[in-house]
């Protein structure tokens, strides 16, 4: 009889292990739809930026003001697409390299792209959910890339 509830024991760890894992993949997937839905309506933006851009240079008309705010739109976008990538890798056990943005395991030493030193970042990273992102940070950049890089290919097609 001992072994049988011993067996009902390690049953249930597993049970729950695997719920866990099944909760994990669930969010990351609503985080991957969510992130899917901000690339579209990034891309919605550059389309309504060069619409902007076109009708205004066509009626010769200042639109500064228009295209700065449909940049900080854009901007805006990029960041919460950031956030969202993040919650991604932290759910995932992963990190940006510092250097070049690429992502990598949360225990790694070293950058699997550039080597960069990892093992300093580590020990003083900060676990919260806030993130600086400016213009030079590659994992800014790294989307705005990959949106043209997008654009560029639907246009070939």
Request: aromatic share 6%.
């Amino acid at each position: 009889m001992e072994g049988f509830g011993s067996f009902l024991e390690k049953a249930k760890k597993l049970t729950d292990t695997m719920g866990k894992k099944a909760n994990v993949a669930i969010d990351v997937s609503k985080l991957r739809i969510n992130a899917s839905q901000i690339q579209g309506d990034i891309k919605k933006a550059y389309e309504k930026l060069g619409e902007i851009v076109y009708k205004t240079s066509v009626s010769n008309t200042d639109a500064h003001k228009l295209i700065g705010a449909c940049i900080s739109e854009i901007d805006d976008m990029y960041r919460e697409l950031e956030k969202v990538n993040s919650k991604i890798d932290n759910i995932k056990c992963l990190k940006k390299c510092r250097k070049c943005g690429y992502t990598i395991s949360e225990d790694a030493a070293f950058c699997a792209r550039c080597g960069a030193d990892m093992r300093e970042a580590n020990d003083s990273k900060d676990k919260s959910d806030s993130i600086f992102i400016d213009e030079q940070t590659p994992a800014f950049k790294a989307p705005i890339e990959s949106v043209i890089n997008d654009i560029n290919e639907d246009d070939e097609k």
